[in-house]
């Protein structure tokens, strides 16, 4: 699995061996809480021609959000967009974009600092997880 980090720092997303299995329910809303907002439940790839808006949270709050588009053609798959930090907490908004084993990280830092997203792979779709850190 090769990785690529865009406008961050060595650290990697938080990890979920903290959260014990205490029923679906429960999990997500504990995850929802953390601000772990598109780590919850089972991740899918999304199919080419996909627009997505994702609104990240921490105790109801928004702290940031996430617009992209996946697209495909010749047997490549291109996300593009933005990943934007909304609040000035000292933490960022960062979205993960997967496709095959590959992966790509793009971090926003900042009240209203914005990371283009952009990536261009081999496949015929993508992951995209969008969290706080």
Known sequence: MSRQFINSA???????????????????????????????????????????DTTVRNNLAKVGEAHYTINCSGGEVLVTGRVQDSKPDGHCVESKVVVGTDYWLFRACGDGNTTDIGVRASGDNAVVYTYRV
């Open 10 to 52: 060595a650290d990697q997303p938080p990890s979920l061996s903290a959260v014990r299995r205490i029923g679906s329910v429960a999990v997500c809303a504990a995850l929802a809480g953390l601000g772990l907002v598109g780590l919850a439940g089972t991740a899918s790839a999304a199919p080419c021609g996909t627009v997505k």
